[in-house]
T-cell receptor
């Protein structure tokens, strides 16, 4: 079983839609969880950390489910500019999932 | 945040040659990492570059193939040795947020070095 697994997508959604991504991890001792965003031909950039109690940053909400060993990212009111690949990352040093590609369509 | 400069940004190399990638950070950082991102794949950690000691390599990566230097807290190099087409990839230098303390896990990445081996 891979350490971090994500649905690769692509997710094609219309503007304004709500979309959710899940990411599962295999190491139950994992302590650090993150979502990164990677635009085409660019380096990954931190989108948000994921805290045990869940956290929100504007249109983005991250959740952690330790019992089921997954983290999730919810994007509300999708914008065209949200189109990118979203990578989940776990632990230190970080282990990345393969990423989920999102395309927001006008 | 940290500003990370990588050189070269891209290169095309012949099989059997070696290429050294440089990573310069604008502030002192404890942890520096080298990742590889092959086409259509996610990031795979190659090694942690330790200042003043040998790098710590992940499973599947060895020092002879990917020698790493870390002479100080702002600079590191990764060499890809005896290259083959399978080494064609983007190589990314990353550092932990210097303001976040150790082991926060939040990484900043350089823009990457896109390597093509013919």
């Amino acid at each position: 079983r891979k350490e971090v697994e994500q649905d690769p997508g692509p997710f094609n959604v219309p503007e304004g839609a709500t979309v959710a991504f899940n990411c599962t991890y295999s190491n139950s001792a994992s302590q650090s969880f993150f979502w990164y965003r990677q635009d085409c031909r660019k380096e990954p950039k931190l989108l948000m950390s994921v805290y045990s109690s869940g956290n929100e940053d504007g249109r983005f909400t991250a959740q952690l489910n330790r019992a089921s060993q997954y983290i999730s990212l919810l994007i509300r009111d999708s914008k065209l500019s949200d189109s990118a690949t979203y990578l989940c990352a776990v632990n230190t040093p970080l282990v990345f999932g393969k990423g989920t590609r999102l395309s927001v369509i006008a | 945040s940290a500003v990370i400069s990588q050189k070269p940004s891209r290169d095309i190399c012949q099989r059997g040659t070696s290429l050294t990638i440089q990573c310069q950070v604008d502030s002192q950082v404890t942890m520096m990492f080298w990742y590889r991102q092959q086409p259509g794949q996610s990031l795979t950690l190659i090694a942690t570059a330790n200042q003043g000691s040998e790098a710590t390599y992940e499973s599947g990566f060895v020092i002879d193939k990917f020698p790493i230097s870390r002479p100080n807290l702002t600079f590191s190099t990764l060499t890809v040795s005896n290259m083959s087409p399978e080494d064609s990839s983007i190589y990314l230098c990353s550092v932990e947020d210097p303001a976040g303390g150790m082991n926060t896990g939040e990484l900043f990445f350089g823009e990457g070095s896109r390597l093509t081996v013919l």
